[in-house]
């Protein structure tokens, strides 16, 4: 399978601290983005990685991709209680097929 | 501008019942996907339409489940002689272009989800 895997499952730290989240697959991508789902919701697009980058930033998330490791981080900095979600990789392999990880359960306690 | 919609956002069904789960993409969106989403795990991909070919059912977990995208916008999923194994959110996304493209923007819109529950 090319599913991405995030670790850790669940991470809870305090409002302010930064948060880091992992994510392997196994296969070639041509690209890799980073997911958020609040409790009971859609996922929401955060950010897109392509296979020729290695780092990324948006606002206060940085996403990091080690192809030659098959890896990926996303850390969020500076966190917020609003930050308390799902976070999934998604990796784009062939076939028009995505595939998603299991998620890593964030809580920011306030 | 609206997002994704899929309705019903619940549906309970008795065991054998067969259901239609309903998504409204972006307009003009080419891509739509179909994914299976359990509880505390992430979304499966089931099936996904480039316009209205249905390019990809491999997901797709039996001959039980149908999907179409007749008119190349809105889609339907359909899951015939329901099981308690189904019961699942199932969540739509579009994408103003095909996935393969790699292109900035490859990403997917995701509807809120049909939450499913098959007593």
């Known amino acids: 399978s090319q599913q991405g895997e995030e670790d850790p499952q669940a991470l809870s730290i305090q409002e302010g601290e930064n948060a880091t989240m992992n994510c392997s697959y196994k296969?070639?991508?041509?690209?890799l983005q980073w997911y958020r789902q609040n409790s009971g919701r859609g996922l929401v697009h955060l950010i897109l990685i392509r296979s020729n980058e290695r780092e990324k930033h948006s606002g206060r998330l940085r996403v990091t991709l080690d192809t030659s490791k098959k890896s990926s981080s996303l850390l969020i900095t500076a966190s917020r209680a609003a930050d308390t979600a799902s976070y999934f990789c998604?990796?784009?392999?062939?076939?028009?097929?995505?595939?998603f990880g299991s998620g890593t359960k964030l809580n920011v306690k306030p | 501008g609206a997002g994704v919609s899929q309705s019903p956002r619940y549906k309970v069904a008795k065991r054998g019942q067969d259901v239609a789960l309903r998504c409204d993409p972006i307009s003009g969106h080419v891509s739509l996907f179909w994914y299976q989403q359990a509880l505390g795990q992430g979304p499966e991909f089931l099936t996904y339409f480039q316009n209205e070919a249905q390019l990809d059912k491999s997901g797709l977990p039996s001959d039980r489940f149908f999907a179409e995208r007749p008119e190349g916008s809105v889609s339907t999923l359909k899951i015939q002689r329901t099981q308690q194994e189904d019961s699942a959110v199932y969540l739509c996304?579009?994408?103003?272009?095909?996935?393969?493209?790699?292109?900035?923007?490859?990403?997917?819109?995701f509807g809120p989800g049909t939450r499913l529950t098959v007593l």
């Open positions: 296969t070639s991508i041509n690209n």
């Open positions: 996304a579009s994408s103003p272009i095909p996935p393969s493209s790699g292109g900035v923007n490859a990403e997917q819109f």
């Open positions: 998604a990796t784009e392999g062939n076939f028009n097929k995505f595939y």
